[in-house]
């Protein structure tokens, strides 16, 4: 068995633990393959990678892509090339979008008479990318909510009074900006996408005729009973199974780092790991 973990965070995007941190959280945990994977952005990568390789980790380099298709999905793209320089540009567009959306947040929130600024929630992150949980942690700090999803449920939540919908790539573009970039791409959570068997069917038959080439069905949003699922609908459309457990942090209580798997889940040169 091997503890793996191709699903993390750091607070390059929206997780807590700096690259080090989290490289050191996973040694303790005893996970031999992780990845960074941020939303949005690759910059706190050489981090990750001179930590792995300190503490002895078998380190991929990641990132994660949201998508629209009339409901948010989230792909992986794994063995990156981050100096590809229009992957950089698609990257820094959807980081743009980003702070456009968080400005209309902040401004329906004021409206509500919470006042914070984008300010404020620019010094809550930690790297390039600036999200809804940046916002969640002014709120918490300035005593409107009591913790991260009370923030989400009353206010900044998907149809709540601050929301606001971000613009986002077609699946499609997310799979041909890791393609070009030299990577795989993986569905990630597909459990959280609330699709009935027919439409999730219809996707994945889709994303797998545009490259898709895995499915993250060992993961932190999966109960045990679903994997068995999960592993057979990969199964049914010819992609690898991933395991991922989208550790943010001290946000997100009870999730941690690391999932056990067999040594033969994956064919693990493709991701430049060797076991």
Known sequence: MLIVDLHTHSTFSDGTFSPEALVGRAAKRHVSILSL?????????????????KKGIQGITGVELSAEASFTLHIMGYRIDSSCPGFQKKLGTLRENRRERNALMVEKLASLGLA??????????GGEVVARPHIARVLVKKGYVRDIASAFNRYIGRGGPAYVASARL????CLEAIDEAGGVSVLGHPGLMGLDEDHLFALLERLRDHGLWGLECFSGHHGSGEIYYWMKVASRFGLFPTAGSDFH??????????VAVTEGLLPWARLGVSI
């Open 249 to 258: 942090g001290v946000d997100r209580p009870g999730m941690d780092l690391g």
């Open 37 to 53: 994977t941020d939303h949005d952005t690759t910059a706190g990568l050489d981090r990750f990678l001179a930590a792995c390789g």
């Open 116 to 125: 914070i600024n984008l300010g404020e929630v620019e010094a809550e992150s």
């Open 170 to 173: 077609a699946p499609e573009q």
